[in-house]
């Protein structure tokens, strides 16, 4: 082979790296129906977010209202389908409050999750220490 074959090579192997990666957006609709098990409540929410396959970054912003008190706690789960529960994968902190942004560098298995539709968002108050309002991220379009 040739040093300019090589080379050839070498750069279409790095351009078709580049083309699988791509950027998601996600989206979820938070209710306490939607809870397992379901909840009786006023609150609901959103969570819009955007997944870098190529870099597993996870930039997220949240919303909610009308809870039973103050959030106590927020998260992503996974993975688990709907209507299944699944352990912490991203928390958003000790009493988060709406709206909440953040961002985060996930793991290959929490990229997984996500693309896998087995991701979901979740606030939990006093009153529902389990949680008060879930939705399951799905792909936007």
Request: hydrophobic fraction near 35%.
């Amino acid at each position: 082979m040739t040093r300019f074959t090589i080379a050839l090579a070498a750069t279409s192997f790095i351009l078709a790296g580049t083309a699988a990666a791509e950027t998601i957006k996600y989206h979820a609709t938070m209710n306490g129906a939607s809870e397992v098990p379901s909840k009786q409540t006023q609150g609901t929410g959103t969570v819009d977010a955007t997944l870098d396959t190529s870099t597993r970054k996870l930039d997220w912003t949240a919303t909610w209202q009308n809870l039973s008190g103050p959030a106590t706690m927020a998260h992503f789960h996974g993975p688990a389908a709907p209507g299944t529960n699944a352990g912490v994968i991203v928390p958003w902190g000790q009493n988060p409050t709406s709206p909440n942004r953040g961002s985060v560098t996930l793991t290959p298995e929490q990229v997984q999750a996500f693309q896998d539709g087995k991701a979901y968002a979740n606030v939990h108050t006093a009153a529902n220490p389990g949680g008060e309002i879930r939705g399951q991220m799905e792909r936007a379009q």
